[in-house]
């Protein structure tokens, strides 16, 4: 079973200046779409495997803390998908997702949400402003909680 996290970013960005920030040696190859997706096998190194891809008239939902249904539908953007295995979450996957995490949102200024699994909210960025979610699983995996600043 794997676990996959994956930061959304709103607007028309290219996939190489995302590329740059999470995997700089990304290849590129197409989706069932037809259309352009960068993607790098860091699993070696970062314990995932990294998507990057974009598309226009997202509609995204995902379970927030109270059990209600979130909704954003950014009119362009670009998903960083991280897929890894669930047995190196904690010790390299997660930690390393954070940090890849934490370049985009310091480098880019775009609204943004990063969601576990599809189905839960777990940050989003709104005019700037950081949120976290899940408090739980933010104190639960224990990492360098200063990497993303609220």
């Known amino acids: 079973m794997s676990i996959d996290y ?7 960005i290219s996939l190489e200046q995302i590329a ?9 190859t197409s989706t069932m ?3 352009g997706m960068l993607t790098a096998p860091l699993y070696e190194e970062y314990g995932y495997v990294v998507d990057i891809t974009s598309g226009g ?8 803390d109270d059990g209600s249904q979130w909704i954003w539908e950014p ?5 960083i998908n991280f897929h890894m295995s669930k047995d190196d979450l904690t010790d390299k996957g997660t930690p390393n997702m954070l940090a890849a995490v934490a370049r985009v949102l310091t480098e880019r200024a775009e609204d943004a949400a990063l ?7 777990l940050l989003t960025r709104v ?4 949120r976290k979610h899940r408090t739980t699983w933010w104190s639960h995996h224990d990492v360098d909680n200063a990497i993303i600043r609220q």
């Open 127 to 130: 005019g700037g402003a950081l």
């Open 57 to 64: 008239h997202g509609y995204y939902d995902a379970e927030d």
């Open 75 to 79: 009119d362009t953007y670009v998903d």
């Open 20 to 28: 740059e920030l999470v995997a700089p040696d990304a290849t590129e």
């Open 33 to 35: 779409s037809g259309k």
């Open 6 to 12: 994956r930061l959304t970013l709103a607007g028309d």
């Open 115 to 121: 969601v576990l699994n599809g189905n839960w909210l």
